[in-house]
């Protein structure tokens, strides 16, 4: 996506990142394809319940680039993203003002033509149960449409299924009124 303003060139890029890993990786890359550049500023976003974001003006005024991005980032309530704006001067200062804008508006831009993929936040339960009851635990998963990631079946059988955070204490609930089970909480 590009934006001009003044003869400066604004180039926004938008990735999704997993950690703070990628975001050095995007902006390395970055930085080699748009060696001649002047400024590569950006803002990122973190996590579901403990958020965590940075925002960088890389040189430029301070807050009249990262946190612009930053703001546009907050107002598609995104998380799990980089957003980065890549600047070559055109010869015209633009003022704290007209940074604010340029960098928002590419921001914007880029976000609003970005897919933006939506993903819940589950939880995991190992399930153990005897193959006699195998009918009723089916049923709870199937009327609940619970993912099952993994399962073992013997005399004694092991499910790891996956359950929308919202409706955690229903499934389980329902699981414990069974009382022919075993349900355990897994991190995965």
């Not at 996590?47 to 301070?62: A, C, L, Q, W």
């Not at 604010?100 to 508006?105: G, R, S």
């Not at 939880?123 to 193959?131: G, H």
Request: glycine content about 6%; aromatic content about 10%; some cysteine.
């Amino acid at each position: 996506m590009l934006f001009k303003e003044k003869g400066s060139k604004f180039i926004g890029y938008v990735f999704p990142i997993e950690n703070e890993d990628g975001v050095k990786i995007h902006i390395e890359e970055l930085k080699k394809k748009h060696y001649s550049a002047r400024h590569w500023c950006y803002a990122w976003q973190l996590g579901v319940e403990n958020k965590s974001y940075r925002v960088n003006d890389d040189g430029e005024p301070n807050n009249s680039a990262g946190n612009p991005i930053y703001g546009q980032i907050l107002s598609k309530e995104l998380t799990n993203v980089l957003v980065v704006v890549v600047r070559y001067f055109g010869g015209t200062k633009l003022g704290v003002g007209g940074l604010i804008n340029a960098y928002k508006t590419t921001a914007k831009l880029i976000l609003d033509e970005a897919v933006i993929v939506e993903k819940t936040v589950n939880i995991f339960f190992q399930l153990t149960f005897e193959y006699v009851d195998m009918d009723k635990v089916m049923r709870i998963i199937k009327e609940n449409n619970l993912e099952i990631l993994e399962q073992k079946m013997n005399l004694d059988c092991s499910f790891l299924i996956s359950a929308r955070k919202k409706n955690v204490a229903k499934i389980v609930q329902m699981f414990n009124d069974l009382r022919c089970l075993k349900i355990q909480e897994i991190k995965h």
